[in-house]
Nanobody, 123 residues
């Protein structure tokens, strides 16, 4: 079965850290860009970062730049999103997506979506 499986979400206090994982099953990530998206309650889904297929280039939305880092381990067929200095406004469901291109910090021409993982930042 071709799918992306996410893990690593949870409840964290402001200023804390989480690392999300996005593992591919049934296909290789070598030829895909990986975008991270999030959807806050009552808001539309937004792109926050996009990493190139090689893993050497990454772009971030201004709202997460300097706090979030995306990395790609093609050997493990997994992409990670390290999130530091989390803020309440980072709360939402986080999705990874395998696409063809990065348009800035948004992955486009999406082939696969993960199921989403909840991140809640609250004291």
């Amino acid at each position: 079965q071709l799918q992306l499986v996410e893990s690593g979400g949870g409840l964290v206090q402001p200023g804390g850290s989480l690392r999300l994982s996005c593992a591919a099953s049934g296909f290789t990530l070598d030829y895909y860009t990986i975008g991270w998206f999030r959807q806050a309650p009552g808001k539309e889904r937004e792109g926050i970062s996009c990493i190139s297929s090689s893993g050497r280039g990454t772009n971030y939305a201004d709202s997460v730049k300097g706090r979030f880092t995306s990395s790609k381990d093609n050997a493990k067929n997994t992409v990670y999103l390290q999130m530091n200095d989390l803020k309440p406004e980072d709360t939402g469901v986080y999705y990874c997506a395998a696409g063809r291109y990065c348009s800035g910090y948004v992955s486009i021409v999406i082939n696969y979506w993960g199921q989403g993982t909840q991140v809640t930042v609250s004291s």
